[in-house]
């Protein structure tokens, strides 16, 4: 290797700490998601003990929200992770063999694959907010969220298949996250 091919390499090295930066952006998303989570149970639990006529839906509402923000929250903190870890820094093989299986990140279609699968179980939750809100006065409209839900859900398994990891014994997200 030449001395120009390994000054390039180098500088191209060193522009991974960048990724710092979506690291941080991704760690400073998580705990603001995690404010928000606070601020919809806060107001469940405001709602619950003011005195009146709290109906289920009223409380039921903001905890799905809280749930939504929390989940998304921690996948924030996964990505945080997984950049930082996956492609910036080092461990050393000790540490990296001690972590469980959830914070092993090997690259980046791992992490696309665990934004996908959030994303369905994100929609789920609006969907179930939708029909909480709904009150019982379901609309046929009400189907083209579980409808695209399920659409997408049936891609990503199609695009996990075509890629070989279509089964728990070759190495697929087999429910490790």
Do not use: C
Request: net charge negative; charged share 10%.
């Amino acid at each position: 290797m030449t001395a120009g091919t390994r000054t390039l390499l180098s500088f191209l090295l060193g522009l991974r700490a960048i990724m710092l930066i979506g690291s941080a952006g991704a760690m400073v998303g998580a705990l603001l998601m995690f404010l928000q989570g606070g601020f919809y149970l806060h107001e469940a639990w405001h709602t619950l003990l003011t005195p009146g006529e709290a109906s289920e839906r009223q409380v039921t509402v903001p905890v799905l929200e809280a749930v939504d923000a929390f989940l998304f929250g921690i996948v924030l903190v996964i990505f945080a992770y997984g950049i930082a870890i996956g492609f910036v820094f080092t461990l050393p093989e000790a540490v990296g063999r001690s972590l469980p299986n959830w914070m092993k990140i090997e690259g980046v279609s791992q992490l696309k694959g665990i934004l996908s699968e959030v994303v369905i179980v994100v929609l789920i939750v609006i969907f179930a907010r939708v029909v909480v809100e709904a009150n019982g006065h379901m609309q046929w409209s009400m189907l083209v969220l579980p409808a695209s839900i399920l659409m997408i859900a049936i891609a990503l398994r199609m695009i996990e298949l075509a890629g070989g990891k279509g089964g728990p014994d070759s190495g697929g997200s087999g429910g490790e996250h």
